[in-house]
């Protein structure tokens, strides 16, 4: 999937289980807001909260964010993906005690981190080497570490150097996706600063109640918005372990769920992703020259998912490949139709009608 079909796909997840997404966030969001705002105002029933308190508040905050609420969302996008969708209690369980795990990697990768700062200190080009190395490491391994920890049930270490190793096979098209769901979350925060800033000046409330509004605000837009960077990661897990490894999609759908349910027959997966599936067996067979095998895998996608601008393009390069210029063409131009800014089917238009034309 590209980057732009990806994020449809995501986008379209997220709204299909929007009470699953936003009520994982919420399990684990909602009693930290209601911990850091009696943090902030420095009052409880017991009197001001101590150093003590404060710092076990950060340290429970890491693990749920990031151990527990990030591989529940993993697990839950990955669910809804291969076509099974449970509930927001049977999320968690099936989650089990990977989320340990989670947490360990951000940890041991917090670690490495903190070894490659130390490269900053060298002078002249010490910055700069400690800035690339530690984008090559990061993207990959923050990016991909919860979907193979959750979805390949391996150890933290294992799963660091897996995530890295998977992650830079396709870096720039990762770290693209990555700068992109930054940018967004970026306009929406800057949004959200805006909105709490004038509605500050307008309300002018006093100190204890300023804070308990910002913490609502803030609390609810964090619960909208964290699917948004989180679905598109998992799903980039996906299409790199099915077009870099040639993974069996139905053999993951029986990993990821072993545990919970017993194996999801194939009828039961999602048209999108068995779509996928014969798309890329068609980009397979067309690698070998063998177009009408091809031909026969991306009409099974076309089936399944009707207007994928992608495959009926992939379409008419293998009906131009077995001389069928005439169906070639209404193949390009289905493309097009459905996607005009699809600017590969649109040149293959082009290429095709001018040849035709010129055979006439």
Same mark, same amino acid.
């Given at each position: 999937?590209?980057?732009?079909?990806?994020?449809?796909?995501?986008?379209?997840?997220?709204? +299909? /289980?929007?009470?699953?997404?936003?009520?994982?966030?919420?399990?684990?969001?909602?009693?930290?807001?209601?911990? +850091?705002?009696?943090?902030?105002?420095?009052?409880?029933?017991?009197?001001?909260?101590?150093?003590?308190?404060?710092?076990?508040?950060?340290?429970?905050?890491?693990?749920?964010?990031?151990?527990?609420?990030?591989?529940?969302?993993?697990?839950?996008?990955?669910?809804?993906?291969?076509? #099974?969708?449970? &509930?927001?209690?049977?999320?968690?369980?099936?989650? &089990?005690?990977?989320?340990?795990?989670?947490?360990?990697?951000?940890?041991?990768?917090?670690?490495?981190?903190? &070894?490659?700062?130390?490269?900053?200190?060298?002078?002249?080009?010490?910055?700069?080497?400690?800035?690339?190395?530690?984008?090559?490491?990061?993207?990959?391994? =923050?990016?991909?570490?919860?979907?193979?920890?959750?979805? %390949? /049930?391996?150890?933290? @270490?294992?799963?660091?150097?897996?995530?890295?190793?998977?992650?830079?096979?396709?870096?720039?098209?990762?770290?693209?996706?990555?700068?992109?769901?930054?940018?967004?979350?970026?306009?929406?925060?800057?949004?959200?600063?805006?909105?709490?800033?004038?509605?500050?000046?307008?309300?002018?409330?006093?100190?204890?109640?300023?804070?308990?509004?910002?913490?609502?605000?803030?609390?609810?837009?964090?619960?909208?918005?964290?699917?948004?960077?989180?679905?598109?990661?998992?799903?980039?897990?996906?299409?790199?372990?099915?077009?870099? %490894?040639?993974?069996?999609?139905?053999?993951?759908?029986?990993?990821?769920?072993?545990? @919970?349910?017993?194996?999801?027959?194939?009828?039961?997966?999602?048209?999108?992703?068995?779509?996928? +599936?014969?798309?890329?067996?068609?980009?397979?067979?067309?690698?070998?020259?063998?177009?009408? /095998?091809? =031909? #026969?895998?991306?009409?099974?996608?076309?089936?399944?998912?009707?207007?994928?601008?992608?495959?009926?393009?992939?379409?008419?390069?293998?009906?131009?490949?077995?001389?069928?210029?005439?169906?070639?063409?209404?193949?390009?131009?289905?493309?097009?139709?459905?996607?005009?800014?699809?600017? %590969?089917?649109? %040149?293959?238009?082009?290429?095709?009608?001018?040849?035709?034309?010129?055979?006439?």
């Amino acid at each position: 999937m590209g980057v732009a079909e990806l994020l449809d796909t995501a986008f379209r997840l997220y709204r +299909q /289980n929007f009470f699953l997404f936003v009520g994982i966030v919420a399990v684990v969001y909602v009693p930290l807001t209601l911990i +850091q705002t009696v943090n902030q105002l420095s009052f409880s029933p017991f009197g001001p909260i101590s150093p003590l308190v404060q710092l076990l508040t950060i340290f429970v905050s890491f693990f749920a964010i990031q151990g527990l609420m990030n591989g529940a969302m993993a697990r839950a996008v990955s669910d809804c993906y291969l076509g #099974r969708q449970l &509930g927001l209690v049977d999320t968690f369980r099936a989650l &089990g005690w990977r989320w340990l795990r989670l947490a360990g990697g951000i940890i041991l990768i917090t670690l490495l981190n903190i &070894g490659i700062g130390i490269l900053s200190f060298i002078p002249c080009l010490g910055t700069i080497a400690a800035l690339i190395l530690w984008t090559y490491i990061n993207v990959p391994v =923050l990016a991909l570490l919860a979907p193979v920890i959750v979805i %390949e /049930n391996q150890g933290a @270490v294992a799963s660091v150097r897996r995530a890295f190793n998977l992650g830079r096979r396709r870096f720039w098209r990762l770290f693209g996706l990555c700068l992109l769901l930054a940018a967004m979350l970026l306009i929406i925060f800057v949004a959200l600063f805006i909105l709490l800033f004038f509605g500050y000046e307008l309300l002018q409330p006093d100190f204890d109640l300023a804070i308990i509004l910002y913490q609502l605000v803030w609390s609810t837009v964090i619960m909208l918005i964290i699917p948004v960077g989180l679905v598109p990661l998992t799903l980039f897990y996906f299409d790199l372990r099915i077009r870099l %490894e040639g993974f069996d999609l139905e053999l993951m759908v029986e990993h990821v769920h072993a545990e @919970v349910v017993p194996a999801i027959a194939p009828g039961q997966i999602s048209p999108d992703l068995l779509a996928q +599936q014969h798309l890329d067996q068609a980009y397979a067979f067309e690698g070998k020259d063998e177009f009408e /095998n091809a =031909l #026969r895998q991306c009409e099974s996608a076309i089936q399944l998912v009707a207007g994928w601008a992608e495959a009926h393009n992939l379409r008419g390069v293998l009906l131009e490949s077995l001389g069928q210029p005439e169906q070639a063409l209404k193949a390009y131009r289905r493309a097009v139709h459905l996607a005009p800014a699809f600017s %590969e089917a649109s %040149e293959n238009l082009r290429e095709a009608e001018a040849e035709f034309k010129g055979k006439d």
